[in-house]
């Protein structure tokens, strides 16, 4: 009667076995039938939000280290409406300024990396940065939360917004409706239009990274809380990085540069 029993489990097992190898044959089957009728891959979704770190690399200026931006100039005066009503060359110069050094600088091995990873993983980007550094690595998915340098807006209706031709944006610049053109930029004491958009992005994470960004700037530094509980995050930084403590976190303390292509290798192993 063991020996019958035994015989049974071993039956069953082997039933189960057997539905389970189908079961997972099927799944793959139905994947690759959707891949096949979409055109599209199903792959883990990435979501990378980036700061000043990562673009330091290439030569751009930060806006808070002790040599940063901030250093050499009021914030207020060129970095807030207040500052743009008071004096708007003052304002256009300084993003002329910073245009030029833009055009100087080419993407790093950190935004290469990530553009590479578009072809193992559903990479989106949501940077804080407003250069064109990770579209010009080859990025296709980059959402801009605070502004693009290299793009102007209509100071009477925001949502006419033109490519600067070269790196001039000068006074007497004008949209359609005939009104003066201003940096698109997000300045402090403004909305962040795009939050929406990033959280939602945020939230369908299956990984979460950060890279050069400190995660003191609000409402970028809350994005963090939505990714789903469960998502593997990493930190990318060689400095301290305002994290929350109820979450677990992989750090990678080392510059953008090498710790990116370090970090997706982690992201690699993960299967």
């Not at 990396?113 to 193992?120: C, F, G, S, V």
């Not at 809380?225 to 305002?242: E, L, R, S, T």
Request: charged content about 25%.
């Amino acid at each position: 009667m063991e020996a019958s029993h035994r015989n049974r489990a071993g039956r069953v097992a082997s039933v189960l076995h057997a539905h389970s190898h189908a079961t997972a044959l099927c799944d793959l089957a139905e994947q690759s039938d959707r891949e096949e009728r979409t055109g599209v891959r199903l792959m883990k979704k990435l979501v990378v939000l980036t700061g000043a770190g990562i673009s330091a690399e290439s030569g751009i200026r930060t806006f808070r280290d002790s040599d940063g931006l901030w250093h050499d100039h009021d914030i207020m005066e060129v970095a807030s409406p207040e500052g743009w009503h008071r004096d708007p060359e003052l304002v256009l110069d300084f993003y002329n300024h910073r245009r030029r050094d833009l055009h100087q600088a080419t993407p790093n091995a950190a935004h290469l990396a990530l553009a590479r990873a578009e072809e193992m993983l559903d990479v989106h980007i949501i940077t804080q940065n407003i250069d064109d550094l990770h579209e010009r690595a080859g990025s296709t998915r980059v959402l801009h939360l605070h502004g693009e340098l290299k793009k102007a807006r209509s100071t009477a209706d925001p949502s006419l917004i033109y490519d600067i031709e070269g790196t001039e944006l000068n006074w007497g610049d004008q949209c359609q409706l005939g009104s003066q053109l201003r940096p698109h930029i997000v300045w402090f004491g403004e909305a962040v239009p795009a939050m929406p958009e990033a959280a939602e992005i945020a939230q369908s994470a299956d990984i979460f990274a950060v890279v050069g960004s400190s995660l003191v700037v609000y409402p970028a530094a809350a994005l963090v809380q939505y990714v789903p509980y469960g998502a593997p995050i990493f930190v990318v930084d060689p400095k301290d990085v305002a994290v929350p403590s109820w979450r677990e976190i992989t750090f990678i303390r080392e510059n953008a540069s090498t710790g990116v292509p370090r970090m997706l290798e982690a992201i690699r192993m993960l299967g």
